[in-house]
């Protein structure tokens, strides 16, 4: 049992690049999320998923896309990457009760 | 909307000693969730406490307690016997009861523990 798995665990882009966070949980949850953490600020929503096909916008969604692909799923794009989207990022789901959610290991994106 | 305020960025405790981290929260539902993440070097998110605001016990898990008190909208954190393995980010998080989705986190607490 993994858990929520996110590739990759770091990635260095330069500005105007584009890339796609894959996320992947096999816990059953209905919902899904993408945090960014950035030093002194906590972690902010920037996309969840209710359900498979449905997806909503959080915090801080400016710059990003999600694709909810199936149930197990859920992808954060970076059309054009910008030095401010330097960050960690993570995915995270919950199960029926949405009680506590449950984290991966997060990546480590750098744009220069 | 909803803020949570950790007001120590950075707190130390000796090995074997008691420490506690603070956490302040403004809303104006009644029924919600707080928790407690610890997130140590490896940066793994990982749930250490939950408290369902409805519940006056406060809960407790080993050597974790909270003091939840409601009025006040304060939710500190208790570490027991602190442990080297305790040294982290500690973050507090609160979520709404009717909106699941959204979780608020503060700006976390770094434990340190010295041995």
């Known amino acids: 049992n993994a858990g929520v798995t996110q590739t990759p665990k770091f990635q260095v882009l330069k500005t105007g690049q584009s890339m796609t966070l894959q996320c992947a949980q096999d816990m059953n949850h209905n919902s899904m999320y993408w945090y960014r953490q950035d030093p002194g600020m906590g972690l902010r929503l920037i996309y969840y998923?209710?359900?498979?096909?449905?997806?909503d916008k959080g915090e801080v969604p400016n710059g990003y896309n999600v694709s909810r692909l199936n149930k197990r799923e859920f992808s954060l794009r970076l059309e054009s990457a910008a030095p401010s989207q330097t960050s960690v990022y993570f995915c995270?789901?919950?199960?029926?009760?949405?009680?506590?959610?449950?984290f991966g290991p997060g990546t480590r994106l750098t744009v220069t | 909307a909803q803020t949570v305020t950790q007001s120590q960025p950075e707190m130390s405790v000796q090995e074997a000693e008691t420490v506690t981290l603070s956490c302040t929260y403004d809303?104006?539902?009644?029924?919600?969730?707080l928790f407690w993440y610890k997130q140590p070097p490896s940066r793994q998110m990982i749930l250490v406490i939950r408290q369902e605001a409805y519940k006056q016990q406060n809960a407790t898990e080993n050597r974790f307690s909270v003091n939840f008190q409601k009025a006040a909208k304060s939710f500190s954190l208790k570490i027991s016997d602190s442990q080297l393995g305790d040294a982290a980010m500690y973050f507090c998080a609160y979520r709404s009861y009717g909106r699941k989705n959204d979780m608020r986190f503060g700006a976390g607490t770094r434990l340190t523990v010295k041995p």
């Open positions: 995270a789901s919950s199960g029926r009760g949405y009680y506590e959610q449950y």
């Open positions: 998923s209710a359900s498979e096909g449905t997806t």
């Open positions: 809303t104006s539902e009644s029924d919600y969730y």
